[in-house]
């Protein structure tokens, strides 16, 4: 699984990390992603103790992610950032697969079944 995160993404994971840990070390942020139209893909996120059975897990920068099967498609070379303006506070995929636009749901197979497809 290949993740990259801009600072303001990993500053945010990583304080995310700590404040709902519970000091576990194995400790990391679960990120599912869904089609979310022409805004791009949409991200919710817990923090959990370790992996559930059959996530991928991305290490980096003092983060852990854990992607269930399901979003490793859509989360595959995505770049993360963490946007904090009066309008909106949330974690945002800059690009990935289905590039910036997940307008329909045929666009999002078509990414995920290229993504699975290329490994």
């Known amino acids: 699984m290949k993740i990259t995160l801009t ?7 990583q304080k995310m990390i ?17 089609p979310g139209g022409c805004s791009g893909l949409a991200t919710e996120f817990t923090i959990e103790p370790g992996p559930r059975t059959g ?7 003092g983060c852990r992610i ?5 979003s490793q ?5 995505a770049i993360l950032h963490f946007v ?15 590039g910036n636009c ?9 990414a995920a ?3 699975s497809k290329g490994g």
């Open 55 to 61: 996530d991928a897990i991305w290490e980096g920068k």
């Open 18 to 34: 700590r404040m709902g840990g519970g000091g576990s070390p194995g400790a990391g942020m679960r990120l599912t992603a869904s």
């Open 113 to 115: 079944g290229t993504a």
């Open 73 to 77: 498609p859509l989360l595959q070379e």
């Open 66 to 70: 854990f992607v269930p099967p399901e």
């Open 7 to 13: 600072p303001r993404a990993e500053a945010f994971i």
């Open 102 to 110: 997940a307008c329909s749901q045929e666009a999002a197979s078509a």
């Open 84 to 98: 904090e303006n009066p309008m909106e506070t949330r974690l945002i995929v800059l690009s990935g697969p289905s």
